[in-house]
């Protein structure tokens, strides 16, 4: 049974960093296009960053082009979303998610098309 477990959230001054983990079982990664989402209370999920299946290529939302990294360990099926210079703003539950087979050239911001879902993780980002 495919299954993506989140980690790394916390809590965490504006301007300062961390790096969430996506570690996958049941299939492996590399044949999965990933994507990482977050949701704020009363909003709805925001596409943050998407890779694609095949070749790893990664796209971003104009909200965290230039801070955020998206990246991939085989060796480990785990999926990481490194983020820097944190704001208030990104503040909200980060949920990474996988989609078989899907080859993308531009970032996928529609929760739907993705068929497996983590539990999420909370970043909040206050002084």
């Known amino acids: 049974q495919a299954q993506l477990v989140e980690s790394g959230g916390g809590v965490v001054q504006p301007g300062g960093s961390l790096r969430l983990s996506c570690v996958a079982s049941?299939?492996?990664?590399?044949?999965?296009?990933i994507g990482w989402f977050r949701q704020a209370p009363g909003k709805e999920r925001e596409g943050v960053s998407s890779?694609?299946?095949?070749?790893?290529?990664?796209y971003y939302a104009d909200s965290v082009k230039g801070r955020f990294t998206m990246s991939r360990d085989n060796a480990k099926n785990t999926v990481y979303l490194q983020m820097n210079s944190l704001k208030p703003e990104d503040t909200g539950t980060y949920y990474c998610?996988?989609?078989?087979?899907?080859?993308?050239?531009?970032?996928?911001?529609?929760?739907?098309?993705?068929?497996?879902w983590g539990q999420g993780t909370q970043v909040t980002v206050s002084s």
């Open positions: 049941g299939f492996t990664l590399d044949s999965y296009a």
């Open positions: 890779m694609s299946s095949r070749d790893g290529d990664t």
């Open positions: 998610a996988a989609k078989e087979g899907l080859v993308l050239f531009r970032l996928n911001p529609y929760p739907e098309i993705y068929d497996s």
